[in-house]
């Protein structure tokens, strides 16, 4: 009997704790539920538990610092570089393009939400605009040779004359403009797109910042990055191909970057073919006239546009498939990093943190140097 009983007095008291531990409180003599706030059982008399009490929220350690301090270093450099790109696009867009190629590498470590997204759509819209004024441009007419007038043959009445540009009427092919808008010389391209770079980084350097891959970079900044910031900045930052140079185009093999090519016309020679007389006609020679007229297809320019790159002088690259950039990293597959080699991704060697990826457990690909690409 005394078993029994205190088998339920045991039950009853576990059955009251777990009731206290929901806030509840139960008085463990009788067994009734008491008010929260009461220091005695109404029914019994016997002094009740006290109510539990939820605990202070524990207070969360400002850990994100590093990270807010480090987007708001990367805005300010945004903010720079666009002003930047502004300021040289009119008259050195191969200089605007580098500096809007670095503000959206650095875009890349500024908190989302800091911006509205017309921002990046900006500074996209920019870089576009830079290089299509590298790209294309005017390219002289080949009927006027630049001077926008009309060609007349005169060699028929003076020999010693040749081609006359006839003022006051103008070039039909071009409308008197003596130009065309089309791709300009891949070689000069090239050779702008580098010659800015190397104008970008001389300024950058000028003004203390140091790389980060192929972008720049406050010091100040560069120092509180990790190896996952680092990388998505050099990732960011677009790894010309090697043939190219972001231009995407290389020159027609064809006509050798002309976009020209000898009139395949049959019987046309320098840009005229020959009459041939009728048998038994009455037909004769006018004065100083030798029974030639212009060529059909090429209209006397004896040549006609290339069949390859329809007369613009270049065609998509070939080693980039068109997209200007070089290849993509196989080992870390664009993303600049790969598993610490030295502690195996575990971040620690012997208890500590490990002196190659900082116990970051990730390092820079050192295949790619973590650019994520292959510049060779």
Not at 77 to 100: D, M, T
Not at 365 to 376: K, N, P, S, V, Y
Request: charged residues 25%; hydrophobic residues 35%.
């Amino acid at each position: 009997m005394n078993r029994r009983i205190w088998i339920v007095t045991a039950l009853a008291t576990l059955c009251a704790a777990a009731l206290w531990a929901q806030g509840l409180v139960i008085c463990k003599a009788c067994g009734r539920e008491a008010k929260p706030d009461a220091a005695v059982c109404a029914h019994c008399k016997a002094a009740l538990p006290a109510p539990k009490t939820e605990a202070p929220p524990a207070a969360q350690p400002a850990g994100n610092e590093p990270a807010k301090e480090v987007g708001l270093a990367a805005a300010a450099v945004v903010e720079a570089n666009v002003r930047q790109a502004r300021e040289a696009e009119q008259k050195q867009p191969e200089v605007a393009l580098s500096n809007y190629q670095n503000a959206l590498a650095l875009m890349r470590l500024v908190p989302a939400g800091t911006y509205p997204a017309s921002v990046g759509e900006t500074i996209l819209k920019g870089n576009e605009r830079a290089l299509q004024a590298l790209l294309r441009g005017p390219v002289p007419c080949r009927r006027c040779n630049g001077t926008g007038k009309f060609q007349l043959d005169v060699s028929k009445v003076d020999k010693t004359a040749g081609i006359k540009a006839v003022s006051g009427v103008a070039c039909p092919a071009c409308k008197g403009l003596g130009s065309f808008t089309g791709f300009r010389d891949v070689s000069k391209v090239k050779m702008a797109v580098l010659q800015g770079r190397q104008e970008f980084e001389r300024r950058q350097m000028v003004e203390g910042h140091v790389k980060v891959g192929r972008a720049y970079v406050p010091p100040a900044l560069a120092k509180l990055l990790t190896n996952s910031q680092r990388a998505l900045v050099m990732t960011g930052m677009p790894v010309p191909c090697s043939e190219c140079q972001l231009s995407a185009r290389q020159a027609c093999t064809g006509c050798k970057g002309s976009g020209w090519m000898k009139c395949d016309y049959n019987g046309c020679t320098k840009g005229v073919v020959k009459v041939e007389k009728e048998t038994g006609s009455r037909q004769s020679k006018r004065l100083n006239e030798d029974l030639l007229k212009k060529c059909p297809k090429c209209d006397g320019l004896a040549e006609i546009p290339c069949v390859t790159c329809k007369g613009c002088g270049s065609v998509a690259c070939k080693k980039c498939d068109g997209s200007g950039l070089a290849p993509r990293c196989s080992r870390c597959t664009g993303t600049g990093l790969m598993a610490c080699t030295k502690c195996k991704g575990t971040g620690e060697i012997k208890g500590g943190p490990c002196p190659e990826c900082k116990g970051e457990i990730m390092m820079m690909c050192t295949t790619c140097r973590g650019e994520g690409a292959l510049a060779r």
